[in-house]
């Protein structure tokens, strides 16, 4: 990994804050040279980076996804490989396996999640066990074969993709599951005029080049960095207030979230609340996070962390207008 001058000469957690601003800005202009649109998409990536998450992004084929991840690897200075997941694919063909070389001695021969960006295209096209393969490495930050254990290289982060409208064949992840990831990242239709530039800049003999902006010791500074940064104990107070009460069988639970709520988040929503709250303020240049910036993270971690039950299916209450609801009423 490559060693920044700059980040062995900061003298203070302020100065790191203002220059993760200042790379931030450089990085976002970098971006915007081949993904045009899709701002809250890129921002939220970048948010699971530097809290040391990982992402689901859901979207139909066509919205540019693995270029979008191809281009922050590129940005960032990071490794990146692109996993396509398949009914036959095992879990060998993920973390990799031993072989028997010339010498009659096993050799393991490292698989593709060994980079520090991993692409998980369309990962719920394959079976549970293979699934887990990748989710274990996602918690663990390493990988064990025939007993002996790997550790990833950091930073390591995952982004897996699901097609939301295609789901014969496929295995859903379960809810478990699902809670690893810290960001639940809808991709939408980008808008008409963004469509018209995207077709402008696509039909056309021209190579942009993505400059890097970040190393891997930046990186990992910055998410040790974001770890420091002070939270008031009201905004604690309201990231946990604001988790409890999507549990219907808590006391505490609102009575929309009774009536139509089968399940609720966890703690590990609250943490990556406040994670995400730091990062978010840091963003925006704040050294410290208050309830806004909880509120602006809140979507993307809660979507996949709360289960509707039949009634709000019925009525087709959105997960999007419960989370409203839900934060204008804290």
Do not use: C
Request: charge should be negative; hydrophobic fraction near 40%.
């Amino acid at each position: 990994m490559m060693k920044s001058e700059h980040i062995d000469h900061i003298s203070s957690d302020a100065e790191g804050v203002r220059y993760f601003v200042e790379k931030y800005a450089e990085f976002r202009k970098e971006i915007s040279k081949v993904i045009i649109g899709q701002d809250e998409v890129v921002k939220n990536v970048v948010i699971a980076i530097f809290s040391q998450g990982h992402g689901l992004l859901v979207g139909v084929p066509g919205l540019a996804k693995t270029l979008l991840v191809n281009t922050i690897s590129k940005a960032l200075g990071l490794t990146y490989n692109r996993i396509q997941f398949t009914p036959d694919l095992m879990p060998s063909d993920i973390i990799g396996t031993e072989v028997l070389n010339e010498k009659r001695a096993f050799q393991f021969h490292k698989g593709p999640v060994f980079a520090n960006v991993i692409l998980a295209d369309e990962i719920n096209r394959t079976p549970p066990k293979t699934q887990s393969a990748l989710l274990e490495a996602m918690q663990e930050k390493a990988v064990t074969v025939a007993g002996k254990k790997y550790t990833l290289q950091e930073p390591f982060f995952v982004l897996a993709t699901q097609n939301p409208i295609e789901q014969e064949g496929t295995y859903p992840l379960p809810e478990a599951q699902l809670d690893r990831f810290m960001f639940n990242i809808w991709l939408d239709y980008p808008s008409a005029e963004e469509e018209l530039e995207i077709v402008k800049n696509t039909t056309i003999d021209k190579v942009v080049e993505v400059n890097e902006v970040l190393n891997g010791n930046e990186i990992v500074y910055f998410q040790k960095l974001l770890r420091r940064i002070p939270v008031p104990d009201n905004v604690y107070k309201y990231a946990v207030d604001l988790v409890t009460r999507t549990r219907p069988d808590y006391p505490e639970a609102d009575d929309w979230t009774k009536e139509y709520l089968q399940w609720g988040a966890g703690p590990r929503a609250s943490q990556y609340l406040i994670i995400g709250a730091k990062t978010h303020a840091a963003i925006s240049g704040k050294f410290s996070p208050d309830i806004e910036d909880v509120k602006a993270v809140a979507h993307p971690i809660l979507q996949h962390r709360i289960v509707r039950n039949y009634k709000a299916e019925a009525e087709n209450i959105s997960m999007k207008k419960f989370i409203d609801k839900l934060i204008s009423n804290s």
